[in-house]
């Protein structure tokens, strides 16, 4: 699996993860969450990695940058639901 496919892989699985986490709001904070300790997690493993490894530590780097994505988009997508709400 080359670079290119490995991204479309991580942009698939976020763009599932927040269709399935905004049809229920309750969940998005706990998600938001989740994406955050993903991304932390993902960028110690890439700087363990990064002197050794260079693959491995391209491979968290892009899972890391994958979850920090995410949690920016739901983080934007919960901000404009609540100011519409207060609009209305």
């Known amino acids: 699996m080359g670079v290119s496919d490995e991204l479309e892989r991580l942009v698939t699985l ?3 993860h ?12 706990e998600f938001i969450e989740l994406c955050r300790e993903k991304f932390d997690e993902h960028l110690v493993d890439y700087e363990e990695n990064l002197d050794e490894d260079d693959v491995e530590a391209q491979h968290h780097w892009q899972e890391a940058v994958a979850w ?6 739901l ?13 209305a």
Do not use: N
């Open 14 to 16: 976020s763009r599932r």
């Open 18 to 29: 927040i269709e399935q986490v905004c049809a229920d709001e309750t969940q998005i904070p």
């Open 68 to 73: 920090r994505e995410t949690a920016a988009i």
């Open 75 to 87: 983080t934007t997508m919960v901000s404009r639901t609540a100011a519409h709400r207060r609009s």
